[in-house]
């Protein structure tokens, strides 16, 4: 027997569908790419308190015993800080005020230099010691209008540069 074509060909069409594999399922669309965070460098924080160049002052003027051959920044009868020529070409910085028994440090900053210095518990507070002819003096004395002091466990001394304390160094020097 004989089959025709156009018999067949319904017979085919179904085999030949029954080969045919599914279609791929279309790609889910992607989301467009995000863009990469742009990175901001962090902000300085504020500063907790102005610099010492940008402080107000301490209270208090300077005064000059010239036969004690001292100067005393601070309220009156109340000095904060003392400049003293202690002879032989010695000069202390004594910053008044409860300090500890063992002793610290002085920290004198200045508009040129800044040095800190080793201290021991004096009578009123911390002092330190230097040569008449140490050059952190001249930085005190010609300090562009003012200068730091800064003490352990002492708040910090803003001084203006007047000539009271250039004074006791040039009668330290002789």
């Given at each position: 027997?004989?089959?025709?074509?156009?018999?067949?060909?319904?017979?085919?069409?179904?085999?030949?569908?029954?080969?045919?594999?599914?279609?791929?399922?279309?790609?889910?669309?992607?989301?467009?790419?995000?863009?990469?965070?742009?990175?901001?460098?962090?902000?300085?924080?504020?500063?907790?308190?102005?610099?010492?160049?940008?402080?107000?002052?301490?209270?208090?003027?300077?005064?000059?015993?010239?036969?004690?051959?001292?100067?005393?920044?601070?309220?009156?009868?109340?000095?904060?800080?003392?400049?003293?020529?202690?002879?032989?070409?010695?000069?202390?910085?004594?910053?008044?005020?409860?300090?500890?028994?063992?002793?610290g440090s002085l920290t004198i900053r200045?508009?040129?230099?800044?040095?800190?210095?080793?201290?021991?518990?004096?009578?009123?507070?911390?002092?330190?010691?230097?040569?008449?002819?140490?050059?952190?003096?001249?930085?005190?004395?010609?300090?562009?209008?003012?200068?730091?002091?800064?003490?352990?466990?002492?708040?910090?001394?803003?001084?203006?540069?007047?000539?009271?304390?250039?004074?006791?160094?040039?009668?330290?020097?002789?």
């Amino acid at each position: 027997m004989r089959v025709s074509r156009i018999a067949l060909a319904p017979a085919l069409a179904v085999a030949l569908a029954s080969c045919a594999t599914r279609p791929a399922p279309a790609p889910e669309p992607r989301a467009p790419p995000r863009p990469a965070p742009r990175v901001v460098p962090p902000m300085a924080a504020p500063p907790s308190q102005l610099q010492w160049q940008d402080a107000p002052l301490s209270p208090g003027d300077w005064s000059w015993d010239g036969g004690g051959g001292a100067a005393s920044f601070g309220p009156p009868g109340q000095p904060s800080l003392v400049v003293r020529c202690a002879g032989a070409g010695r000069v202390t910085i004594e910053r008044r005020g409860v300090a500890p028994a063992t002793g610290g440090s002085l920290t004198i900053r200045t508009s040129s230099m800044a040095r800190t210095l080793p201290a021991r518990s004096g009578r009123e507070g911390l002092e330190a010691g230097l040569a008449a002819s140490d050059p952190l003096l001249d930085a005190i004395l010609f300090s562009r209008g003012r200068f730091a002091v800064e003490a352990t466990m002492l708040p910090v001394l803003i001084v203006p540069s007047w000539p009271e304390p250039a004074r006791v160094v040039d009668d330290c020097r002789g």
